[in-house]
C-alpha cells in the first residue's frame, strides 16, 4: 500500500501539476468539498472513516489542471490499533502544495474551536503545519449571516486565510478557487511545431509524460502540439524542439490572476 502511494507521489510530481490535500475533522464536508470541485462521485456518509484511504482526481481551477486530494478525517483521540494506518494515509498531505483544511461552520464555536486545534495539531505532528494552510468554512447555509460573522471573526486568532462556503449548495465556490489560485497557478501555455519522425514520436512520448497535453494535430508532415507545463519542463521541451528544428512559442494566454476577481 505504501509502495504504491509512493508511485503514485512520484507520479505527481514528475508531471508537475500543483495538488491540494483536502483535510479536516471528520464529517466536516470534505468529501462533500471534494465531489463538488472535481464532479468526482465518492461516498459521503456521517459515519467516522469513511474515508480510510486517499482519492485523487482532477479539479479544472479556471482552466487549469490541479490534483486534488481527500485525505481521512481527522478525530480526537485515535484508537491505537488504528493510529498507524491513520498516520500513513494522513502522510499524503506533507506531499501537496497546499492544505485546505475543511470546518464544519454549524457547530458551536467551542467545538469548532476545539476541532480546529486538533486538526491543527495533526497537522504538526506529521510536519506540515509549515505548508500554506487554506481553510474552507464549511455548512455556512446552516447559519444566519450574523452566526457566520461573529464565528469567522472568533476564528481570527488561529488564521485569517478563510473562505466560507457552502459544499453541498455550492456556494462561494468561486470566492474559494479565486483564492487556491493565488497559491498554485504556475503552469505555461505553449505551441509546439516538429517534423514528424521517429525521434519527434519518442520526444512527443516524453512531452506526455512530463507536461499536460490539451492537444494534438497532424498536418502535412509535422506535428502540433499545444501543451501546459511547469516553466522549467516548458524550457526542456523548447530546448528539444529547437534540436528537433521544429517551432516553439509562448501563447499569449490571458493571465489566470486576470480572472480573479478583487
Known sequence: ???????????????????????????SGKST?????????VLI??????TLSTTTRVMDLFGEPVLLTDTVGFIDRLPITLVEAFRSTLEETIFADLIMLVVD????S??????LRCCLDTLREIGALGMPVLIAFNKIDLLSEEE?????KSLGK???NLIPISALHKVNLTALKNRIAHYLIRHVKSSVTIPINGDSLSFLSWIYDHANVIKVAYANSHLQVSLLAEPTIAEKIKHGVENLGGAFKYEDAESLYSQIKP
Not at 9 to 17: D, N, T
Not at 148 to 152: R, Y
Open 33 to 41: 468539498l471534494f465531489q463538488a470541485l472535481t464532479g468526482e462521485n
Open 1 to 27: 500500500m505504501r509502495r504504491t502511494r509512493e508511485l503514485h507521489r512520484q507520479r505527481r510530481k514528475r508531471l508537475g501539476f500543483p495538488s491540494i490535500s483536502l483535510a479536516g475533522y471528520t464529517n
Open 158 to 160: 488561529y488564521s485569517s
Open 45 to 50: 456518509d456521517q459515519n467516522v472513516f469513511t
Open 105 to 108: 461552520s454549524s457547530e458551536p
Open 148 to 152: 457566520l460573522e461573529l464565528k469567522i
Open 110 to 115: 467551542d467545538e469548532i474551536e476545539r476541532k
